[in-house]
């Protein structure tokens, strides 16, 4: 079979020169991760300069390095102007020779699981490469698109975006025949400005849709107005639980750890059991479902094979805590938070039967100076979700300060001085809700009340 990347390849993608010829069946950027036969790709990060691991994944086993430095005694390297823009280069190439739909997902909040639920779906219809991860900045997508396979019938990947301008180069990297726009909310907004700003910041992934492409945009959303406006003459699809969407929630039957969602795409009606809670992962589902009409797939093959989707690591996951006086349950959201994912979460928590309901609260970042107003936004879904509220950090003061004083069941500086406070008051019966922003290291919240289970105890 032919090598995911020859040596003809290389230089034709890269424009740059080999010492040895070599080919490689990987792409690694990372010796942690590095296989035998991939080709390392020295990048230059915050701190960390790639060159310098050269050796180390020539010796397990790459089959070569690209590099824009000479590292001595290290053979066989493919040099380069500069490693991050051949990376760019070999991403837009693998793009061009393939013959796998794209399907490319933005959005404020859930385009991983968006992703993962794409990943699910197509790989019951043909060979499917998606993103690693979250991977979806100017290294993660053409890194995702370094590594597609030759034989890919379908490719997923994410767009990610901080700053205004990021998505549309990435798009003209990806050219997906599929564009989604999950959601536009107040993430990032820090940065961005204002929500019509990141309604902008979204629609521009149209910019590099293929020709006779579809963009699946969500008909509920304030900004849909703006959002359609902005991809003017492109060919539409919605999805939504509003009148006229191409995918619609019709009707849910919610329970504590899935869903049974009846929904209509195109007017078929399709029902189908999410193992994933809430309404926001039903309107994920049904984004995912519209895609998959969009690549002209059964709608009714696609929803079965979703009934296999299982939460993200931090995203949703629920593990059970073995107390010495009984279960309690932990619903790890700890990977990241912002307004509208808060909310989700805390809907989530009210499902749950429990003797008391938790939420243990880090900041959401990166929200300049609607921080403040965010956090003590969430105050009227804190009180209709949890009985007590543990917080930390300097926003979620707001948010502390905001409940009523009998939610309030403790505040802490950091998740470091948090987690111990929530480990000794969590009780059998509980059900306790972990999130925050990945800065706000809930993570470490996590760990804690994973530490407090016996190991004989443990199960997943
Ligand atoms: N449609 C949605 N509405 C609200 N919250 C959501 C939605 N989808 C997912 N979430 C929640 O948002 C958080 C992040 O989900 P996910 O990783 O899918 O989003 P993302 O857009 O990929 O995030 P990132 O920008 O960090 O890559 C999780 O807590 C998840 O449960
Ligand atoms: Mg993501």
Known sequence: MTRLWTASDLLEATGGTLDTPFGADGISIDTRTVRPGDLFIALVGEGRDGHAFVPDALAKGAAGAMVHR??????????????????????????????????????????????EMLRTILSAFGPTHAAEASYNNHWGLPLTLTRLPRDAVYCVVEIGMNHAGEIAPLAGLARPHVAIVTTVEKAHIGYLGSIEAIADE???IVSGLEPGGIAILPLDSPQFPRLRAAVRDRTVMTFGASQGATGRLMDMEPDADSSVVLAEIAG???RFRLNAPGRHMAMNAIAALTATLALGL?????????ENFAPLAGRGTRRKLALPAGNALLLDESYNGNGASMRAALDVLRLQPA?????????MLELGTAGPSEHTGLAEAVAQSADLLFACGPLMRHLFDAVPAHLRGGYAADSAALAPMLAGAIAAGDAVLVKGSLGSRM?????????LVPADKGFA
């Open 70 to 115: 000479d590292i001595p005694g290290a053979t066989p390297l493919l040099r380069v102007d500069d490693t991050l823009a051949a990376l760019a280069r070999l991403g837009g190439f693998a793009r061009f020779r393939t013959q796998a739909k794209t399907v490319a997902v933005t959005g404020s909040v859930g385009k991983t699981t968006t992703k």
């Open 202 to 204: 979204k629609a521009s």
């Open 443 to 451: 993570k470490r919240v996590v760990d804690m009340l994973d530490a």
């Open 355 to 363: 003797r008391r309901r938790i939420a243990a609260l880090g900041d």
């Open 298 to 306: 059964d709608p009714h093959i696609a929803a079965r094979a979703l």
């Open 268 to 270: 078929r009606e399709v």
